[in-house]
């Protein structure tokens, strides 16, 4: 059965990128006034708080952040708790909020994410990175991110026959797509000849197949229907959620062109929306690197396994597309700051639905898939999304 009671009336984001002397704090102050501004929700009718950071501790050298947060974003005195589900985080703080409107414990809660990643060397970020992997087996013995999805992009590349110059394009799309949002941490078009660049991460990822380090922050207030029409005439509803983890490590897997969590969580929050990959107009999924955009739009239902690719080249993801993916340019252009991820993909997918994302607005814009997935993908949570006028 559809949720029936959660409205999302307002969302917002912080730019995101290396932004120097701003700190972790700040960036989540400033989400939250964005977007507690933006739909007039005075803070104090603000119940609860439910917050998306990964890993604070070994990057900006704090813990127990969400009553720091609360306090500094001027919501000191309400219950508010982190979600950590490495870059999935941001998604599962969003279903926590979910859960407690639909059981009427709140009426309005915040939702935001924040994470500080540039303020820490590369080789640091890589190795905080690393705890969302399995230390014992395999972090531990050197494989990074990067290398995870190197070798999910071989499995693709030798089932399907998928190409490093498919992915390239994934990068092209992603950073056509940001140089019209002004948000973005790389508002830069590339050519093909440029992302094929052979300056490897971990092959055969490049360069412009990884999404960057980043600093960002975002927030949206969810209330119930009685609550929401104090706030806006359209608001936008959550009707589907799903969410399911999978191992850890990837030696346990039987398959590594696909990852279980996404299909699970991704018909999980299908069935309860009653809805299918066909009824969804766009879908905003974590490509985290450009194979990973392949892999999710397949695991999610949009094309068939080994099919994406050939959307990709045939424009079928395109902002102009029939099967528009990442219109504002997702994680490879926007930027990835890790725990802000999750509700920064429903801020962009709240604009999208409504028709306010400007140059980059999708033609088709009533119901909408939200991807966000977690390290290995041992977490992946799935929104389905749908403006309330449909
Ligand atoms: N895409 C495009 N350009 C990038 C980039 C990216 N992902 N990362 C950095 N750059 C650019 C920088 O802007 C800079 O450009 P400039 O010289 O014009 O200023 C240049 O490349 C060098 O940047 P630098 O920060 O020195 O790069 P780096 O080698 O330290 O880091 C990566 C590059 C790819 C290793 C790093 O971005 C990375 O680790 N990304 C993956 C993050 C990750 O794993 N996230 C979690 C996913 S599950």
């Given amino acids: ?145 990067p290398g995870v999805f190197g070798i999910a992009a071989v499995a693709h590349m030798q089932r399907y026959g998928t190409t490093e110059e498919d992915m390239a394009l994934v990068s092209v799309k992603a950073h056509k797509n940001a140089s019209t949002n002004p948000l973005a941490q790389f508002q830069k078009e590339i050519t093909l000849e440029k992302a094929l660049t052979p300056r490897y991460v971990a092959w055969p990822l490049k360069l412009f197949d990884c999404s960057p380090i980043s600093d960002g922050a975002a927030a949206v207030v969810l209330t119930s229907n009685e609550k929401a029409k104090k706030y806006t005439d359209l608001p936008v509803k959550i009707t589907g959620t799903g969410q399911a983890s999978a191992s850890m490590d990837l030696c346990n897997r039987s398959d590594l062109t696909s990852f279980s969590s996404s299909v699970d969580a991704s018909r999980i929050a299908y069935k309860m929306a009653g809805l299918e990959p066909k009824d969804m107009d766009f879908a905003i999924v974590h490509d985290c690197f450009t194979i990973a955009e392949i892999i999710a739009s397949e695991d999610i239902g949009f094309f068939k396994p080994g099919e994406a690719a050939k959307a990709v080249r045939d424009g079928v993801t395109a902002l102009d597309g029939d099967r528009p993916i990442n219109p504002m340019g997702g994680l490879k252009a926007v930027g990835h700051p890790v725990g802000a991820t999750g509700v920064k993909q429903v801020v962009v997918a709240y604009k999208e639905l409504l028709g306010t994302a400007g140059p980059n607005q999708v033609p088709k814009h009533d119901t909408c898939i939200v991807h966000n997935f977690g390290g290995t993908g041992a977490t992946c949570v799935v929104t389905v999304m749908r403006r309330s006028d449909v």
Avoid: W
């Avoid at 599962?92 to 639909?102: G, H, K, N, S």
């Avoid at 994470?115 to 969302?132: D, I, P, R």
């Fill in 1 to 145: 059965m559809p949720l029936k009671n959660t409205n999302i009336v307002s969302a917002a984001q912080t730019k995101f990128g290396a932004l120097k002397g701003v700190t972790f704090r700040e960036m989540f102050a400033e989400a939250v006034d964005k977007a507690t501004t933006q739909a007039g929700v005075p803070k104090k009718e603000i119940q609860a708080a439910f917050i998306g950071s990964f890993i604070p501790e070994m990057l900006v050298h704090q813990g127990h952040t969400a009553p720091l947060l609360l306090d500094f974003a001027g919501l000191k005195g309400i219950p508010g708790t982190r979600h950590e589900a490495a870059c999935a985080s941001g998604a599962t703080a969003l279903r926590a909020a979910i859960m407690a409107i639909e059981s009427g414990i709140y009426d309005t809660v915040l939702v935001a994410g924040v994470e500080k990643m540039t303020s820490s060397s590369t080789a640091k970020v890589t190795e905080a990175l690393a705890a969302a992997a399995d230390d014992q087996f395999e972090s531990s013995i050197g494989l990074t991110f």
